[in-house]
């Protein structure tokens, strides 16, 4: 069954900022966007970020993921995020080009999206997130500017990690 999130275009990460009603400024609590040149490509990025069992080591604030079947539109999986469990869905799935994911609990909801644009010589990554409800105690404390700097930190990972030559398969 798809995720009724889960439909092509909900992605805010485009040019034309076309977001979810409920991820807009009025309805969040952070947001953070970042964007890096990563000499590696396209393809070799995306297999990063779809490979959502692999993100407790690279992206600091996941700690566990458990992904029951494939990734693609629609599908569904578990992230625990500042200590949160989060039900998480893909609502983007566009290869070597854009990922997006929904995340929500009864404290917290998340929304993540990347966009990938070939670029000699390599790939420009734009990645936006968006957080609501930081009604818990983990997140309550924590900063803006911390948000954006582990947001940055996760961009930074993310290009050292595929610059290395290691698929992420």
Do not use: C
Not at 5 to 23: C, E, K, L, T, Y
Not at 62 to 89: S, W
Not at 142 to 155: C, K, N, P, S
């Amino acid at each position: 069954m798809t995720h009724h999130r889960a439909r092509r275009g909900v992605s805010w990460a485009r040019r034309d900022i076309h977001r979810p009603a409920d991820f807009t400024p009025a309805y969040t609590e952070s947001s953070a966007h970042g964007e890096a040149v990563i000499e590696a490509s396209p393809r070799r990025v995306y297999a990063h970020l779809v490979d959502v069992l692999r993100w407790p080591g690279w992206v600091p604030q996941v700690r566990r993921t458990h992904v029951p079947g494939e990734i693609r539109v629609g599908a569904a999986f578990e992230i625990e995020m500042y200590g949160i469990r989060l039900d998480a869905v893909v609502s983007e799935y566009e290869p070597e080009s854009r990922f997006g994911w929904i995340g929500s609990s009864p404290d917290l909801s998340v929304y993540q999206a990347w966009i990938l644009l070939p670029l000699s010589p390599g790939t420009q990554v734009i990645a936006r997130k968006v957080e609501r409800e930081l009604n818990t105690a983990p997140v309550r404390d924590v900063q803006a500017e911390e948000i954006y700097y582990a947001h940055q930190d996760t961009l930074l990972r993310l290009k050292r990690l595929a610059e290395d030559g290691h698929p992420s398969a």
